[in-house]
């Protein structure tokens, strides 16, 4: 591009992310709220990226080998929805941008996975966007090394601000890409020295590019409003193989004439004379919303460069052979018979084991069945018993691995499931102890909100795993995990449920699963596999018919439920013992099978944890046995004692209600 | 020393370290639980530390100007109890090292703070420990800053692992920590390369040196060996200005014969031959927890250094002048009178506020009366509103402000709030969004486990914050909060009850609170303010007398109960209304008062927020109003008629429920 032409090309980069400033600008004035300082900002990048170097498709919003784009500076929607509109996505029309953040605009205030076309992930809460990238990045190699060039062979690309580089997650999700060397991540750090509260010299004096350095990234660090300069960086970065840092010095809210550079201007309106003021100053003399004919024809130059790349990928792929293959990893997991065989195998067996160990007999026979399966763990594989023995792992030099040690990381790893689900092509799963759910609830919550289904290993779920006391000791954790909207939080009673619990999880198409397991063995219940009735949610194991009581119990304390029955039955009590793994599931039961299950005599519920949450399984006639406050350090015997989670203070409770 | 000597001293230190190993050795075998691996390869780097440099006297373990030690590496438990033992901890005799992980004993399997003298701080969950030091470490130059040297002159000294490295909030921490220029901070890395799954080489790459470097520590690598260099790196430490980080290369599990070096000696039992090996091998002919005379002896000499030491500040405080303000800044708050005459102006002036900027004015009456108050925010002053006028910002220059620029790092924040809680002197509060209640829930956790009462300020609490949209509208976190044990969440409907809140918040020695707090303005109820209601936790605030209904809300929802009261009081229905502010507080009444409260007509409950932990409330004849989901973006009035949370639709439930 020459740059001294004597008479400008009328179509410049620059008028070209003028537009998107000004469509920024005009629905954050629109909706009287929003965040209008970083689109104006990274408009230059933004518009070097999407119209030099990201090959997307607006018609193909989907296609599997399309380069990833992650706003992870979430807040600055509008410079997301500016570009889709400009690219000419078919459902972000003009009206879309001046309904900016109303109820049922797809231009959400964050972005929202599902809610528009081409939103890769859900963004918003700082630093998740470029934790799930690393997911992403790391999908893409691990595909790569499946499927090979011709197929699999893309970028995936970030936009950060100084929230996501200051959260804790950002050092795992960096330490992890650098440690894997994910050379096609490329960050584009929104480097505008504001944060809300004014500078960033009011908390941070960290040398980004020096911190990104020493986990293995390459960085550079450029003026943020030139358009050459950009293009530079980011050929630089494709060109090496670490990920990439790109220190994009810019001006928060540049192109507004007084407001431009503070942090006014970072989640505020402009008001309308500050805008008036920007149109004459940058000589946009456009109504608002209004994109004048050679700018608009010029961003769909950059979207057709897209459909090529897609039009030339599909012949690829036709060419391949392996198309079928392809798909079926980019389909919902099947997993054929060896599951019934493995739950049919227990019925007869009936072994004595923890859940965790259930879960990796099970992860066995999935490994078997799946070869897409990305198994990992927080550093605790021989613990979380994630690991199947054929998994191998992925490593900088190897991402045919199946296997990923996700580090002390539960953070990072959540938020990689994630980016590994919204990829495509693999089914993740990852480990930790229940009690560390915390350390990652943020992605989570993010899992359940984009309903991507994602599975959460989670052991040592209860004061059973012991000695390591109180910190390690989930007792409020479930109740948190099962208050949380479209996630199911299994807790299987044995081996034959935790089977059950994991074809649940990957039948799910869109609701992610955790799975609470014990550290202690348990015995296999005696009961037929011929229907899955985890799937149930809760089911009859011990019905005398005529019942006197109902005890109602979860995973370990389902074993403690039935030696309770076996102790009234002596007393001439009839109980019938119910195990409930998945509260959510049999929240969805048809009113008759609740009523079933559940009967008309009092009821007990059990479950070594807080009794928040277990009102939707008992009525107003019952008792509660369970923890009241935070665990102690013991062998768990002694624990179980000690807070009184035996057979038979669930023996006197039933006979204490029904006196 | 003279470490070629032909005849060894009796007393090396490396045979006072040796104490430690066998300690941790002896009482992970009886328990056959625990982790050895790490007191053994840090055994040498404590010796030095506890020997030469640590100021802490066992006679007096709350001493204010003691050093504060921190492992932040928690599972190494018995490193800290071996130390305690031999520094001759009156509640740290052999016999409670031999029921090390026992129930009751003092040796829980992880150190946790009020359980056995001398602890600062609960640790286990990896990165709490370092993240916590900071605010310790801060606490400390801001008391400086007011008392002056010789008053408050001390050090914090962390002994991380890699696992509290590679936890995100690390980097929170060091962040903040190298932006203030916490000098008087050093961190003793146990650099083993080892973690759970095995070589650190599987996971991670990070140059943790460079990374400290890059946020602005003093970093040295020794030999954790060493004794000299250890006491050489930590005289470095001291002599610079900045905080530091030494890079103890160590093996871990160090004195084991065959096992050393390896991750199976992280987390198990050696066994009875390879203890019995290393006896031999390190020469310590002394029966499991003996420890031979001179050892025991040259142990008891360090901690006489510590008991000299405060005897010297003993006498340098009475000499001060300032004994009384010292003793104030630790003791339990005095709010005075400022707080009475805010609430009767309230009652009088009836404003309509959002509790946020009711929260505001409440900070601006107590920063009056309390000089020791230590505001912040995660970089939401102005949307947390939780700075007072007079309030001004801690910085490396000057630590006599009181108020927190914590940057983008809610974990780090509450951290450090626990860790000023813990070191005394300050009363610390914070502030963030209610949905970044995950980001720091981990934390949020150890406050109530500890009992420290930390005061979290938490604003935009529901799906009245409006645009922003589901990622930051918090639906589950009041439930999720709600669950966990020893924490007070306060949701109150008006300024008068937040200003209640903060009094009760103030109040409590022993339990955290979390203030849920509104983004969109509330009327001021019309009620009176001789008693605080909301230390009730629940309260009648409109009474029919014989109520057909009763109408329980919280927060922003007390409005709409209200409003629908009036409508159904049209149709002849008599509808008590209660404010709920607390649940956790209600719980705590007397039966009577609570049967008085709730009385004996059909219940309606209403809050913006899915019902589980409604139960407490609400009866079988109940209805509840309020999500079920995740919210939306848009203005907050039409999200609360979108969703159905209106004053009509809670009329109607009452209807249904009494037709």
Redesign the interface.
Known sequence: MNTISRIPPAVTETRMANALRFLAMDAVEA?N??HPGMPMGMADVATVLFTRFLNIDPGAPEWPDRDRFVLSA??GSMLLYGLHHLLGYSDMPADELRRF?????RT???P?YGHALGIET?????GQGIATAVGMALAERMLNARFGDPLVDHWTYVIAG??CL???????AI??A??LRLGRMIVLWDDNKI???GATS???????P??F????WHTVSIDGHDPEAIAAAIDAARADPRPSLIACRTVIGQGAPTKAGSHNVHGAPLGADEIKAAREALDWPHEPFEVPDDIRAAWGAAAGRGARARAAWEGRIGASGRDAEFHAAHSAPDLGDGMAAHKTMLAETRPSMATRKASEAAIEVLAAALPNLAGG?A?????NNTRAKSMR?VTADDYSGDYI?????E??MAAAMNGIALHGGLVPYGGTFL??A??C??AI??S??MGKPVIYVMTHDSIGL???????QP??TI??L?????LNVFRPADAIETAEAWECALAEPRTPSVLCLSRQNLPTLDRAVTENLTARGAYLLCDPGNRDVTIIATGSEVEVALKAAVQLAADGIAAAVVSAPCFERFASQPPAYRAEVLGTAPRIGVEAA?S????ALL??HSIFVGM???G????AA??YR?FGITPERVAAAARSLIA
């Not at 350095?213 to 293995?216: L, Q, T």
């Not at 550093?379 to 613990?383: E, R």
């Open positions: 909706a709220s929003g979430g807040h953040r109303q109820l049922g605009a959400a205030g964050h929202e859900t963004t918003g809460p700082l100084d929230g200051m959260e804790g997650i950002s050092q795992e330490d992890l650098g440690h944060t809300i509260d009011l908390s941070t004096s960290t040398d980004q020096a911190r350095n020493a986990s293995g763990s550093d605790l594989t021989g613990s792992p040690h996700y580090g002390i990381r953070h990072g009690a560390f915390d350390y609830r943020p919550r993010l359940a909100l012991g000695e390591d006391g109180p910190t390690h007792v409020e109740a948190s099962r208050a949380m909207p479209n807080v928040q949450g277990w009102a009525g107003n009241t406050g935070f102690a350090s013991a062998p002694d624990l000690h």
